[in-house]
Every structure is written in C-alpha cells, then in structure tokens.
C-alpha cells in the first residue's frame, strides 16, 4: 500500500525559507519508473506543479520557480525534501508531494503521471 | 501559472453526459499524453485518466478521457451526485526538462 505524508510549518514568515518533508511508504524511490513530486495549491485556485524527482535522481523544476527550490531526496529514510526560499505570502498555499508512475512502453521524464497523492499541508505566509 | 485552459464551470443533472475540454497548444497536448485529475472538495486530487484515455483500477467506467491535436475532453457519462467536483487536466511540456503544467480546472455540479 503506497502512502504519502507532507509534514512541516503551517506559518511562515515572508523572506523566511520553507522546508518540507515527504514521508513515504509502500515503494522504493529507486525502483526504475518510479518518481515522487511536489504540487501546490492557493486557496481556491488551480494546482501548480513545483518539481520532481525520478528513480535515477534527474530532477525537473517549474521554470517559474526553479531559482528558489531545492528538492533532496533522502532514499535511506523515504522522504524527499523540499526546500523553497524568499518565501512570499503569494506562496500561501496547500503543498501536496505525490508518486509518479511512468506509463507502459515509454521512456523520458514525460511518460509519468501522479497517482498516488499526500494529503497535502497548508503553509501560510504571513508576518 | 496554468497554460492549459479549461472552462471554468460545468453542470448536469443525475444520469446526463457532462463534457469538460482542455485546449493546449503544440508544447504540451499536442506532444505528449494527458492526464486528468478529479478533486473531491477538501480532497487531495486523485488520478482519474492518464496517458489520454486509460483508467487506473477502481474508476469507474462512465468516466472517459480523448484526445485529438492540441485539446482534449474528458467525459462523464450518466453523471452520479458524488462526481461533483474539481477536474484537472495536465501534461508535460515538450521542451528539455519543460515542466508539467495543469488546466485551470473546471467545477462540476450535478444539478
């Protein structure tokens, strides 16, 4: 049974660096086809997809944002972390991390799809 | 954020077809699949079609995806009261480590 857990702060300060950690469980993030990633949502809005990491380490960023994350991926403890800096209170949202699966007969970083999902953490940005 | 456009609202009573679109353009629907994603108010969105049509196990079958150039739709057919929800599309984009970009997704009622 795969499980997924986001923990860290529910409040932070704008400029402040936010770190949070996915738990997981019920797969390796070493197993070929294999990746986890982050996805946010505002209050009220649309998801945004923010990063993943594949079973082969390679990362990918949202370009909007890769100058500010961090993704480390810490496979003897089953979680991977995400740290985000300069935070602003435009980032106040729901953060969910997610397993990804690569679909049959495909083979790049575009051929997974998120189908095991967090429960996800609010963070609000405020001073 | 979002580079894949959907309509904002969509409504049917018990048992209608609801259809939902999602139009992108040739760096993301139209090179490579797409997925979609039902959100469950004050749930964490969950998989309901990847890879343009395919249905992970446990969904039911009244909920059909398709594809055609740069837009996609996703279908319901006889809409039940627990499919009123939040729905996604997504896709990756082409480019050299392009991002995954979602729809601005669309809010289903059953009227």
């Known amino acids: 049974q795969i499980t997924l857990k986001e923990s860290g702060p529910t409040l932070v300060k704008p400029t402040q660096t936010l770190t949070l950690t996915c738990t997981f469980s019920g797969f390796s993030l070493s197993t070929d086809g294999v990746a986890v990633g982050w996805i946010r949502q505002p209050p009220g809005k649309a998801l945004e997809w923010l990063t993943i990491?594949?079973?082969?380490?390679?990362?990918r960023y949202s370009p909007s944002l890769k100058n500010r994350l961090t993704l480390i991926r810490d496979s003897s403890r089953n979680q991977v972390v995400l740290v985000m800096t300069n935070m602003d209170p435009v980032d106040t949202a729901t953060y969910y991390c997610?397993?990804?699966?690569?679909?049959?007969?495909?083979?790049?970083?575009?051929?997974?799809?998120?189908?095991?999902w967090g429960q996800g953490t609010l963070v609000t940005v405020s001073s | 954020q979002s580079v894949l456009t959907q309509p904002p609202s969509a409504s049917g009573t018990p048992g209608q077809r609801v259809t939902i679109s999602c139009s992108g353009s040739s760096s993301n629907i139209g090179s490579n699949t797409l997925n979609w994603y039902q959100q469950l108010p004050g749930a964490a969105p969950k998989l309901l079609i990847y890879?343009?049509?395919q249905r992970p196990s446990g969904v039911p079958d009244r909920f059909s995806g398709s594809k055609s150039g740069t837009s996609a739709s996703l279908a319901i057919s006889e809409i039940q009261s627990e499919d009123e929800a939040d729905y996604y599309c997504?896709?990756?984009?082409?480019?050299?480590?392009?991002?995954?970009?979602f729809g601005t997704g669309t809010k289903v009622t059953v009227l």
């Open positions: 997610a397993h990804g699966t690569r679909r049959p007969s495909c083979s790049g970083g575009t051929c997974y799809h998120f189908d095991y």
């Open positions: 997504a896709a990756w984009d082409a480019s050299r480590k392009g991002p995954l970009v």
């Open positions: 990491v594949y079973w082969d380490d390679d990362k």
């Open positions: 890879n343009d049509n």
